[in-house]
């Protein structure tokens, strides 16, 4: 059930709206083209992806899950403040994304 729940939880998180909506916030901070910054979130995924699941191995579980979820705050943080200050929007998505990656592998362990 506990599983069940975190899986839940992590859908609802809002990863998903990053990914759909990311050329566009890239466009707002000031990029030129919102391509350069999705290239940079899809090319991202595949090494943090390895990282969390090297990470999981040497360090266990919960602190990877603690200190990604730490991170997912502070890129959730960079993500809101990023509309009012319009230049840390590209690093709060990457921040974002790179820990729910970490935090992604640590939970489909559990399954």
Avoid: W
């Avoid at 901070?29 to 040497?58: C, E, H, W």
């Amino acid at each position: 059930m506990i599983v069940v729940g975190l899986m839940v939880c992590q859908q609802s998180g809002g990863i998903n709206a990053i990914g759909f909506y990311a050329s566009e916030t890239f466009q707002t901070a000031g990029l030129s083209s919102g391509k350069a910054g999705t290239i940079a979130y899809a090319l991202i995924q595949i090494p943090i992806t390895m990282l969390g699941v090297v990470l999981m191995d040497k360090s266990g579980r919960r602190p990877l899950l603690m200190v990604s979820s730490f991170r997912t705050f502070l890129g959730c943080f960079l993500d809101g403040t990023s509309f009012f200050f319009k230049s840390q929007a590209v690093s709060g998505v990457l921040i974002l994304m790179a820990s729910f990656r970490d935090g992604s592998c640590t939970l489909a362990d559990h399954v």
